[in-house]
């Protein structure tokens, strides 16, 4: 049963004595303030009635306009369908369009995001915020190649000057917060349908590229439900309306052939390409761990003879015995324990540990010139597919094939639920395919 009531916030008092009046809204034990706008003296104020006495110079029209202000309230829990929070009451009532604009709550949820250290995914978050702003700005009476042109500039411009300090994406983070550019409301079926266009014409964006946009708008759709910045009825992915649908595309990985070439190839002692050569295959002796957190690897994460592992992506704890291969790569790096300040590998013996942003920084930088050195690998290896940091993971699960069952790869996958495992290794299962084909060709 909601509670509401106008009261004095007498911890807000001014400095000439006089005290904010505000809506106080309680449903279920959940207590929310509105501000209204209005200041009374204590000595004005009638506190068990809720309204201003006649000792108040305008006491009749402060008291309509505060009886208005309580119907609103009361028209908000009565009209909706569903049930309603304080704090969503509070949201309706700052009007149809909500105070909080789209580009407000998305800087609101990456800054959360930096705060809890996951800053791949608010940096991914701040580019499509972005791309939805060039989107806002395109003058298609322009010609298509200069708006390209100028899109590409503006990006590399703020690359550039991040590199020299002169900015930061924590800035372009509180550009947003204060930008009312883009209402929900604003967000229907057709806004999704040309932004989508522009994304793949403008952009150059392929479609998984473009559905991922897609799920963080409709991730903060939910958001702005919820918080009563937007009613359900607008919501643009109920129904028939949008569909996200996620594509899978082809993943190849390496065969044994392939890795044994890798594994002979002789390369120069401590040069990066070298270093390369070692993280990539120790990333697939471990069923393809991520390039990134191999980096991370320390000396402490190996007992007894195994590897105490805890997945980045998902928090997933893992542990796994040391293969043989793996031990001889960790013999090259033993010595330099201390100077690597406990880091298996040495990219990260320059960097605070303490400082989060600074490991994620550096280990960004070092896995793109891993990636280089992997296509100089492949090229000395004579192997015809991308060699890529990932594809450690994706050579693993080709190898693998159906020969391990799916629980296991589950568990060395460190996958949450086996619908993704069973999904991921059907890239790498084409046994029956193949002798169907064959039945059927070779009559």
């Known amino acids: 049963m909601s509670n509401i009531k106008i009261v004095l916030r007498k911890n ?5 004595g006089r005290i904010p009046l505000a809506l106080r809204i309680t449903e279920n034990y959940k207590t929310s303030y509105k501000w209204i706008g209005q200041y009374v003296f204590e000595k004005d104020w009638d506190e068990k009635a809720g309204k201003a006495k006649r000792s108040h110079p305008n006491s009749q029209k402060l008291n309509n306009f505060l009886m208005k202000k309580l119907s609103e309230v009361n028209d908000i829990f009565f009209e909706s369908k569903d049930q309603v929070s304080p ?3 509070k949201q309706k009532l700052k009007g149809t369009y909500g105070q909080k604009s789209f580009f407000e709550l998305a800087a609101e949820r990456i800054m959360e995001k930096y705060e809890r250290g996951t800053f791949s995914v608010a940096k991914a978050e701040l580019s499509i915020l972005y791309n939805l702003e060039e989107f806002l700005n395109l003058k298609r009476n322009k010609n298509k190649s200069a708006v390209i042109k100028s899109i590409n500039e503006r990006r590399l411009h703020r690359i550039s000057e991040a590199r020299l300090n002169k900015y930061s994406w924590l800035d372009g983070v509180a550009y947003f917060k204060n930008s009312k550019a883009l209402a929900f409301r604003d967000i229907d079926e057709v806004f999704i349908n040309k932004y989508k266009t522009f994304c793949h014409s403008y952009l150059g964006q392929k479609t998984r590229t473009i559905t991922n946009q897609l799920i963080l708008i409709r991730t903060l759709f939910n958001l702005a439900i919820k918080e009563g910045i937007i009613e359900r009825k607008f919501y643009p992915f109920a129904g028939d309306k949008e569909k996200i649908r996620i594509g ?31 993280v ?9 761990i991520r390039i990134s957190d191999v980096v991370k690897i320390k000396w402490s994460d190996f007992k007894d003879n195994r590897i ?5 992506k998902n928090e997933k704890a893992l542990s796994l015995k040391i293969p043989a291969k793996a031990k001889k790569i960790l013999e090259h790096y033993k010595k330099e324990k201390k100077l690597n300040k406990g880091y298996v590998f040495p990219f990260l013996r320059n960097t605070d540990t ?9 280990t960004k930088s070092v896995t793109k010139v891993f990636n280089k050195c992997l296509k100089q690998i492949a090229k000395e290896c004579e192997i015809d597919k991308n060699l890529s940091n990932h594809i450690a993971r994706h050579s693993f699960g080709n190898i693998a094939g159906d020969r391990i069952h799916p629980l296991m790869l589950q568990k060395l996958y460190r996958h949450s639920d086996l619908k993704t495992t ?14 169907a084909l064959d039945s059927v060709i070779n009559f």
């Open 308 to 312: 105490y592992y805890i997945m980045n």
């Open 422 to 435: 069973l999904n991921y290794q059907a890239n790498f299962i084409h046994r029956d395919a193949d002798d």
């Open 87 to 89: 704090k969503q009451v």
């Open 12 to 16: 807000k008092i001014r400095k000439d």
């Open 354 to 362: 303490n400082d989060a942003e600074q490991i994620y920084i550096r």
């Open 248 to 278: 899978s595309g082809n993943k190849i990985g390496l065969s044994t052939e392939e890795i044994e070439k890798i594994e002979k190839l002789k390369l120069e002692k401590n040069s990066s390409i070298w270093h390369t050569h070692n």
């Open 280 to 288: 990539w295959l120790f990333s697939f002796y471990f069923a393809g």
